[in-house]
């Protein structure tokens, strides 16, 4: 069973920026699709964008265009999150997952991913 195990999550101020990253414990992997979901208490947990594990194609839902990067390291097996421009209503428990397998269609469904990090709380203060 991998590990997904995030870092970087943190208090910001709105207009601030902070780095997610995921580091995945099983270099099997370093190709599987990867991707960013975030929740809120009592709301669903959403899709916030992906990335392919081969050629790099990536997703992003509207909220976070322009705003927000995907990106991946193989040989490091991780995966990051570079998020600008916060607004409040970017605090949520950002969660990594990870699948293999994935078609392009499926990347913003949270049940294409079989593994899960345990999550790391962003905060953007108004």
């Known amino acids: 069973q991998v590990q997904l195990v995030e870092s970087g999550g943190g208090l910001v101020q709105a207009g601030g920026s902070l780095r997610l990253s995921c580091a995945a414990s099983d270099s099997t992997y370093s190709r599987a699709t990867k991707a960013w979901f975030r929740q809120t208490a009592g709301e669903e947990r959403e899709f916030v964008a992906a990335i392919r594990g081969t050629g790099g194609t990536t997703r992003y839902a509207d909220a976070v265009k322009g705003r927000f990067t995907i990106s991946r390291d193989n040989t490091e097996n991780t995966v990051y999150l570079q998020m600008n421009s916060l607004k409040p209503e970017d605090t949520a428990v950002y969660y990594c997952?990870?699948?293999?397998?994935?078609?392009?269609?499926?990347?913003?469904?949270?049940?294409?991913?079989?593994?899960w990090g345990q999550g790391t709380q962003v905060t953007v203060s108004s």
């Open positions: 997952a990870a699948g293999n397998g994935i078609i392009l269609s499926s990347m913003q469904r949270r049940e294409a991913y079989a593994h």
